[in-house]
DNA sequence: ATGTTCGTTGCACCATACGCAACGAGGTGA
DNA sequence: TCACCTCGTTGCGTATGGTGCAACGAACAT
């Protein structure tokens, strides 16, 4: 561990709760004043905090420019693994990602049930837009432009007695799940299984993901799959947190 | 200027270009491994870089969080202080910062013109909603709901013979606004002036404040006012960058 | 004017960050 | 299976670079 660096990092983190003065800096690390100059110094060169006025220290720019590129390369299912992993050894049910693109909806990490009933999935997968939880999430999620794009291409097989069967229903369905913040897949897919799904944001709030918990009717009725929403949104932020979201307060 | 922390603050500028390996970081900066090891490994330690899997660092969470947070404090008005001094020192009209806030729109900077012909206004002052730019750009960015509950108790007062009297021509000029990015107010809320106005967004997308230039129309006529319009965008880009709003390519 | 509170500079010392070289783990090819 | 190669990791001795000190200077207040 670099003593020098720790500090200056250490600085860092302090600017972030607000500007302060050099002599505040240095009481706060319990370091001379010249010696924090120095690295206050440093960290200017590189644009990590500013000057403000000829008494004030703040958070540079750089920030701002690391935070956002770093995004860009981050692989989103890198990112949110932990986070769903975790919701899957907790349930034991299935936990799969699912990421929207160009048209289709794709599962790209699944975690397998550990019960003996599983379902059919793997990553690559396209997901049926009209009656999976993920589907509802994403595409609730795109551009008013977007959406009605690929709403008005749709088709909409009954694939279970549940399926909705009609761009109209469907429509209503997207503006509640975007309403309410998740979807629900009632045996709309398969007549054995139910699903529940949550969006996963990136640092500008975009949804760049969605997570789903699917678990078998036999095993829990429709009240037990609703009782998991809490538990599955509680992952998704933590997956969103991952990815930079940081939720907004009022 | 810190050895260490110049060279630990580098190491995360690479990073922010993508993953690297350990050896490819020693090579770029030209230091020896180890001493690069320890570097990473007090970033670790508070976040700055991760390791992705055994072999690879990025950038940490860390930066996401310092970004949003040294965000929250910022002061707009202070941060797009040079963009704003610069569109008004170029075109020579007065150029307003505004902000809106529970219901209201008020000036919070202002750049007088450099032209005998002054326009009246104030820091501090409160912008009609109805026949100011500025207010257009901003609640047009306002969520639907909020937006809805605003326009519901707002009057109309006719205050030149151009101002927009009813709910619903006002409804269709914000949606006008939002579409193009930019708001015109046509001597509707003084005779002889006409301003244009832009948004001006954080690094989440959200619009913070609006910018505006406005002109009296003995100067300027409507084509020329509009001609402004590529320059105020300019400058409320400019302005955005320094609240930490990057433009999303596609 | 006088005092106070900051940021800033030069300097001498020694802690600390450095490069080196050797080790170990994990992967690859024959 | 073994040998080889490529990385990350560790311990160590050294001198470089970071540190605290004390004095200076600027800005502001009394």
């Not at 629900?184 to 993901?209: M, S, T, W, Y």
Request: glycine residues 4%.
């Amino acid at each position: 561990m670099s003593q020098s660096v720790d500090r200056a990092l250490t600085l860092v983190e302090l600017l972030a709760e607000g500007p302060r003065t050099l002599d505040q800096l240095a009481e706060a690390v319990d370091v001379h004043k010249s010696t924090v100059l120095r690295l206050l110094r440093t960290l200017e060169a590189h644009r990590f905090v500013q000057r403000e006025g000829t008494r004030q220290y703040r958070l540079g720019t750089a920030l701002f420019d690391l935070a956002h590129r770093s995004l860009e390369d981050r692989d989103v299912r890198r990112a949110v693994e932990p986070a769903l992993r975790e919701l899957n050894e907790e349930t034991g049910h299935t936990v799969h990602l699912a990421s929207y693109e160009d048209g289709e909806v794709v599962y790209i990490d699944k975690f397998d049930s550990k019960h003996q009933v599983r379902m059919y999935s793997r990553i690559g997968k396209r997901a049926p837009l009209h009656c999976t939880a993920v589907a509802k999430v994403l595409v609730a999620a795109l551009s008013p432009a977007e959406r009605d794009g690929l709403v008005a291409h749709m088709e909409f097989p009954a694939l279970t007695a549940n399926t909705i069967t009609s761009p109209e229903a469907y429509r209503a369905e997207l503006a509640a799940v975007a309403e309410r913040g998740w979807a629900l897949d009632d045996r709309e897919h398969e007549d054995f299984i139910h699903c529940v799904a949550a969006p996963i944001r990136d640092a500008r709030g975009d949804v760049v993901a969605a997570v789903s918990v699917s678990v078998p009717v036999v095993l829990t009725g429709k009240d037990g799959l609703l009782a998991l929403v809490p538990r599955l949104r509680a992952t998704a932020a933590l997956a969103s947190a991952a990815c930079g979201w940081i939720e907004r307060k009022k």
